[in-house]
């Protein structure tokens, strides 16, 4: 059993059945002190590696190869800017974690009212079926290019994805992690032989990480530019980190508690670069390939992937592209389930069971695609993606709000009480993710 202490003063740390996570919290071994800084290391690599899945699911596809193909470069630095809002945020929500003992749902519950809490939950529930939005059209758009499926019978399909999120749940903690890691090892080497294909002239990409006052000025760059933010920096997973960093069964004391988060923000900063690179390569690929050959026009996946293969001069060019496309899909899977969780449970204290709570939400997300492919063809699956991205934009400072509020109260926060400097970038973070949204509700209502 890892080495227990009682909370700090104005700490409260929830009973055993009302743990984050339940069974899962604490279950996994972590090296005693002084050992290897590796084994260390390794013990606390995975949750990170979680999170970064939701920075690179289908949703992030729609607006990289929509920005790249229409702006060539110019985003590039919204994608930057983003990853590095995403580290400091992530970082904000492993402390919160580590520091009370209860995710962020769990700390809203305790410190707002009930009405506020209801409203908090529906806004986050919103935000979790518009990213399983994404991974059902996403995941229907890969199987309908590997195997001809068609993207009704492909979406519906995505419901079997149930049993998967079951049989990994039930082998424990460290398997659902190795599952998520390979499979964001296919995405990264399927975008890293693209890239290489494709060529790119590295200072006009590296012009591109440069901002420019176009992505503000122009109606449609900014629309693009919010929706790369709603698709990088997600709402649920500062939800889903705070919990699962609890996951590591570290002695529940102040140095216990400030040598995990030392490793947790380790872990999340690598598996966030990485989700950096997928990022800026999907960007990167339709810029250099679309872009610059004249085709302004490709925002659909199918476009892409039909296109890549002649411009590219390589068949296997468009396989690596939908097979990274379906490996993304699978993975944002899972992570949702666990997101939704622990959504329902902080701030309801309800426990259904996962595999109800997954086909509820996948049923949420299936029907909006069903009626648009019905009424507008395939091709609207395509706005229905990038306005999903848009949405949970919209939806996000209602997250961060709350995480940055809750980790600028010193006497809560104990011996992991926040640094001033750190608070400020998350003050300016929030700041700039309100204006960002009011000036797009604005440009929407005038359009």
């Given at each position: 059993?890892?080495e227990?202490s009682?909370?700090?003063p104005?700490r409260?740390?929830?009973?055993d059945?009302?743990?984050?996570?339940?069974?899962?919290?604490?279950?996994?071994a972590?090296?005693?002190?002084?050992?290897?800084?590796?084994?260390k290391?390794?013990?606390?690599?995975?949750?990170g590696?979680?999170v970064?899945?939701g920075?690179?699911?289908p949703g992030?596809w729609?607006t990289?190869?929509?920005?790249?193909?229409?702006?060539?470069?110019?985003?590039?630095?919204?994608?930057?800017?983003?990853?590095?809002?995403?580290?400091?945020?992530?970082?904000?929500?492993a402390?919160l974690?580590i520091?009370?003992g209860m995710?962020?749902?769990q700390?809203?519950?305790?410190r707002?009212?009930?009405?506020t809490n209801?409203?908090?939950w529906l806004?986050?529930?919103?935000a979790?079926?518009?990213?399983?939005?994404?991974?059902?059209?996403?995941?229907?758009?890969?199987?309908?290019?590997l195997?001809?499926?068609?993207l009704?019978t492909?979406?519906?399909?995505t419901?079997?994805?149930?049993?998967?999120?079951?049989?990994?749940?039930?082998?424990?903690?460290r398997r659902?992690?190795?599952?998520?890691?390979?499979?964001?090892?296919?995405?990264?080497l399927?975008?890293?032989i693209?890239?290489a294909m494709?060529?790119?002239?590295?200072?006009?990409?590296?012009?591109?990480?440069i901002?420019?006052?176009?992505i503000?000025?122009?109606?449609?760059a900014?629309?693009?530019?919010?929706?790369?933010?709603?698709?990088?920096?997600?709402?649920h997973n500062?939800?889903l980190h705070?919990?699962?960093v609890?996951?590591?069964?570290y002695?529940?004391?102040?140095?216990?508690r400030?040598?995990a988060l030392?490793?947790?923000?380790?872990?999340?900063?690598?598996?966030l670069?990485?989700?950096l690179?997928?990022?800026?390569?999907?960007?990167i690929?339709?810029?250099?390939?679309?872009?610059?050959?004249g085709?302004t026009?490709?925002?659909e996946?199918e476009?892409?992937?039909e296109?890549l293969?002649?411009?590219l001069?390589?068949?296997?060019?468009?396989?690596?592209?939908?097979?990274?496309l379906?490996?993304?899909?699978?993975?944002?899977t899972v992570?949702?389930?666990?997101a939704?969780q622990?959504?329902m449970?902080?701030?309801?204290h309800?426990?259904i069971?996962?595999?109800?709570?997954?086909?509820?939400?996948?049923g949420?997300?299936?029907?909006?695609?069903?009626?648009?492919?019905?009424i507008?063809?395939?091709s609207?699956?395509?706005?229905?993606?990038?306005?999903?991205?848009?949405?949970?934009?919209?939806q996000?400072?209602?997250a961060?709000?709350?995480l940055?509020?809750?980790?600028?109260?010193?006497k809560r926060?104990?011996?992991?009480a926040?640094?001033?400097?750190?608070?400020?970038?998350?003050?300016?973070?929030?700041?700039?993710?309100?204006?960002?949204?009011i000036?797009?509700?604005?440009?929407?209502?005038r359009?």
């Amino acid at each position: 059993m890892p080495e227990t202490s009682p909370p700090a003063p104005g700490r409260t740390t929830p009973g055993d059945s009302h743990r984050s996570l339940g069974e899962m919290n604490a279950s996994v071994a972590v090296p005693a002190a002084g050992g290897p800084w590796w084994r260390k290391l390794l013990a606390f690599v995975g949750p990170g590696y979680m999170v970064s899945v939701g920075y690179m699911d289908p949703g992030n596809w729609a607006t990289d190869l929509a920005g790249g193909s229409q702006f060539g470069y110019l985003l590039l630095s919204v994608i930057l800017l983003s990853n590095l809002m995403a580290v400091v945020l992530q970082s904000l929500a492993a402390r919160l974690g580590i520091a009370t003992g209860m995710d962020l749902a769990q700390a809203c519950r305790e410190r707002y009212g009930k009405r506020t809490n209801i409203v908090l939950w529906l806004l986050c529930e919103s935000a979790i079926v518009a990213c399983d939005l994404a991974e059902v059209i996403g995941t229907a758009i890969a199987l309908k290019l590997l195997f001809g499926i068609p993207l009704l019978t492909g979406a519906i399909i995505t419901m079997v994805d149930v049993l998967l999120v079951l049989y990994l749940m039930n082998r424990g903690f460290r398997r659902l992690e190795a599952f998520v890691i390979a499979l964001l090892t296919v995405i990264f080497l399927c975008f890293a032989i693209q890239i290489a294909m494709a060529s790119p002239v590295l200072g006009d990409v590296l012009a591109g990480f440069i901002p420019r006052a176009e992505i503000v000025t122009h109606p449609q760059a900014l629309y693009l530019a919010i929706g790369i933010v709603g698709a990088t920096v997600m709402p649920h997973n500062l939800y889903l980190h705070s919990s699962i960093v609890q996951t590591r069964a570290y002695p529940r004391t102040d140095a216990g508690r400030r040598s995990a988060l030392r490793w947790a923000v380790t872990d999340s900063t690598i598996a966030l670069s990485l989700a950096l690179f997928v990022n800026a390569a999907i960007l990167i690929l339709a810029a250099s390939v679309f872009h610059l050959h004249g085709r302004t026009d490709v925002a659909e996946i199918e476009q892409a992937y039909e296109l890549l293969a002649p411009m590219l001069g390589a068949g296997i060019a468009s396989t690596l592209f939908a097979v990274a496309l379906l490996a993304s899909g699978v993975n944002s899977t899972v992570t949702a389930t666990l997101a939704g969780q622990i959504v329902m449970e902080g701030f309801l204290h309800l426990r259904i069971p996962p595999w109800l709570r997954r086909l509820i939400t996948r049923g949420l997300a299936i029907v909006p695609v069903v009626v648009v492919t019905a009424i507008y063809g395939e091709s609207g699956t395509a706005r229905l993606l990038v306005f999903s991205q848009v949405l949970l934009s919209m939806q996000l400072p209602f997250a961060v709000i709350p995480l940055v509020h809750f980790v600028a109260d010193r006497k809560r926060m104990g011996a992991l009480a926040t640094p001033r400097w750190l608070l400020a970038l998350a003050w300016i973070i929030a700041a700039v993710i309100v204006v960002l949204n009011i000036k797009l509700l604005i440009d929407t209502i005038r359009m």
